[in-house]
């Protein structure tokens, strides 16, 4: 039994044939699915850095002192992590700069310690800027009882925003490419034994019956 099934399986493999519409048509075929795969997996890693959306909702509890919800929506869409922050005081920019940039991000000032809106930093200072403004304008106003703002977007992280729909149209093209130039088998393998290559002991027991 193991023997026919391998012969079933060798016979499909030999069957899948990379042909194309026209001598100048696209020939992908599996190794294209294959990479249609790989583009689609890098576009959904790719998103959960460049789509993140951070909502910040703060309830002031008395002048210069609020307990915010942190929650981080996958392209403002989707919840992905909600976290509860107490006794937030203020807010700063954060800067991270190399040889040849500078990057940022916003840390929320609590008593003693800093807790960062986000773990990465990125380009464009100025939304970020904008936002710690409005927590520090919030903070120090004694009529505000609740801020609501978003901390994310295309500004923030520039041309990596690009990535991910770049790489799923990538995929999605080879996907349907190489599953059009693809060719089964229009009738699989006769599995049933060819009588004239039956040994004579085969054939004598049979006989016997």
């Not at 770049?166 to 229009?186: D, E, N």
């Not at 034994?193 to 054939?203: A, R």
């Amino acid at each position: 039994m193991n023997a026919k099934v391998r012969t079933y399986v060798q016979a499909y493999l030999r069957g899948l044939k990379i042909i194309s519409r026209g001598e100048a048509g696209p020939r992908l075929g599996c190794t294209g699915l294959l990479f249609a795969a790989l583009f689609i997996l890098m576009a959904l890693v790719f998103s959960f850095y460049t789509g993140n959306r951070i909502r910040l909702e703060c309830t002031q509890q008395a002048v210069g002192l609020a307990d915010c919800q942190i929650q981080v929506r996958w392209y403002g869409l989707l919840a992905i992590n909600t976290v509860q922050v107490q006794d937030v005081q203020g807010a700063r920019v954060d800067e991270y700069c190399d040889d040849s940039d500078c990057s940022y991000r916003v840390l929320l000032v609590l008593d003693g310690e800093e807790f960062p809106l986000t773990q990465y930093y990125s380009a464009n200072r100025k939304p970020k800027a904008a936002a710690v403004q409005r927590m520090l304008e919030f903070l120090s106003n004694p009529n505000s009882d609740m801020l609501a703002l978003e901390v994310g977007g295309a500004a923030e992280v520039g041309i990596a925003n690009i990535l991910p729909p770049l790489l799923l149209v990538l995929g999605l093209v080879f996907g349907y490419y190489s599953l059009r130039t693809l060719r089964l088998p229009a009738h699989p393998p006769d599995l049933r034994p060819d009588k004239n290559n039956l040994s004579p002991g085969i054939g004598g027991q049979q006989g016997d019956h």
